[in-house]
């Protein structure tokens, strides 16, 4: 486990992207009238050197017109284009055949006359077939499986999530504590979502990165007794309102379905939390494991562990306050 996080510390910081929300490849195509689209996309770069040239895959009865208007930066190429569609695309594939090590791409189809479809995309099913009328349930089961994938492709909300079950370190009181955390992100990811309230981003990732920093700090001072220790469903909830507002940022890459939102915004909860409980299990696990192959291992293992977790966190601080 040492290593692991010794490892993962480096990693981190060697690669910062890896520290920003999930941002997959972004599609969208959006009808205009009987016959033409607007396409647009979002192609995040983990390089100066990848690809640029990737382009949405579509429908054999659709075609570009003129070309594509492309912005390109450091980290992403953002594309757009005039599209021209012989009659309904129901039953068309749209896909990105270019996902081979980019991870995922979630695709959002808008006819005019039905709602809003989402599909996620992967590598090792790069095109989705667009529906003529789209079930709930492809909605329920998309964002599931996208909120999982939040969590666990999110770096800086996993290692909030590590911090807090070393930090408190029995089942219980850890699954109350992350309870908690998903209630209070939970309120402040709607509230963001349906226009309530909102917050800058970049003051929020430093504030997020701010709170790993706090953790480790707290893991560092050992059984020393803190608020932290005495009420770890307090402080969990209250930075889960901070954390809330980065899981915003994150569905604003992504978007919603109109008709949908509620919908969506539950399974994308419930898939945030499925994957914070697959953490939290290896997480103390891992410590069992610690307990029973050597006595009073614990107390250093925590410490080097909160050490690779501070630094990580205040390299994150750093990079967002002057980045």
């Known amino acids: 486990m040492i290593r692991w996080l ?8 060697a690669n910062p992207a ?31 050197q990848a690809d640029r040239t990737a382009r949405p895959d579509l429908p054999e009865t659709c075609e570009v017109s003129g070309e594509p208007v492309l912005d390109n930066s450091a980290l992403a190429v953002v594309g757009r284009a005039q599209v021209t569609c012989e009659g309904d695309i129901a039953g068309s594939r ?3 055949p270019a996902l081979f090590g980019q991870g995922d791409a979630i695709l959002r189809v808008a006819p005019l006359d039905r709602p809003v479809q989402v599909y996620r995309l992967t590598a ?4 989705a077939e667009v529906e003529a009328r789209p079930s709930r349930m492809q909605v329920w089961r998309g964002y599931f499986v996208i909120g999982v994938e939040h969590i666990l492709a999110g770096w800086d909300h996993l290692l909030f999530v590590i911090a807090l079950v070393l930090l408190v370190g029995r089942t219980w009181p850890v699954v109350k504590a992350a309870t908690a955390f ?3 992100h939970s309120i402040t990811l709607a509230a963001t979502t349906l226009g309530v ?23 560092a001072r050992g059984t020393k007794d803190t608020i932290t220790r005495r009420l770890p469903c307090l402080v969990a909830f209250a930075f889960g309102l901070l954390h809330g507002f980065g899981f915003a940022g994150a569905l604003r890459e992504i978007g919603l379905p109109e008709g949908e939102v509620p919908a969506a915004l539950v399974s994308f909860n419930l898939g945030v939390e499925a994957g914070q409980l697959l953490v939290i299990a290896a997480v103390l696990a891992a410590l069992s494991v610690i307990r029973r192959v050597r006595a009073g291992a614990e107390a250093p293992a925590l410490r080097i562990a909160s050490y690779a977790i501070g630094i990580t966190g205040a390299y994150w601080l750093v990079d967002r306050v002057i980045g």
Do not use: C, H, K, M
């Not at 010794?6 to 910081?13: Q, T």
């Open 6 to 13: 010794l490892a993962l510390a480096v990693l981190l910081i």
């Open 18 to 48: 890896l520290a920003d929300e999930l941002r997959p490849v972004s599609i969208q195509l959006e009808q205009v009238d009987e016959a033409r689209w607007n396409l647009g996309w979002r192609q995040p770069l983990a390089s100066p």
């Open 94 to 96: 749209i896909g990105w």
């Open 124 to 127: 090792q099913e790069p095109y």
């Open 182 to 184: 998903t209630v209070a």
């Open 197 to 219: 309230t909102g917050l800058p981003q970049r003051p929020v990732e430093a504030l997020i990165a701010l709170s790993i920093v706090f953790l480790a700090v707290e893991i």
